[in-house]
């Protein structure tokens, strides 16, 4: 449980279903950076994952949609110079990705009417401002 990835207080993803791939990063870290590899990608199966709800399953699918590779969502990480570290922000990005995606869409928004007053206050600052440009006319010629 240590190792899992929270997303929400009722979803967390096991660590057996993620992942991680190390490369050699580009970031800073001089000369370790041509030896050390930091640089982490972590991939999580949406499609397939046991972990996630059948409820949220087909929300995250259409969401991440444009991010997904074959039902696999990847993010990378090389900012930091240790690997440690990029491995964190890896898995907080992963996090936050997946709880943008599950969030409930928002509620509709019920149309409403201008109010009276709302329509009066519009309409008189427009007749103050036609009659400051009509008092402008003719001036200057």
Known sequence: MADDLVVTRSWAVPAAELAERFSRSSG?????????DSRVELSFDVARAASVPERLRARLLDRLAGRLIDGVLTVAASEHRTQL????????????????????????????????????RRLSAKKRRGDTKRGRQGRYD
């Open 85 to 120: 570290a990029n491995r964190r922000a890896a898995r907080e990005r992963l996090a936050q990705l997946l709880r943008e995606a599950a969030a409930p869409p928002p509620a509709a928004r019920r149309p409403t009417r201008p109010t009276r007053g709302s329509k009066e």
């Open 28 to 36: 800073p870290g001089g000369q370790g950076v041509n030896t050390a």
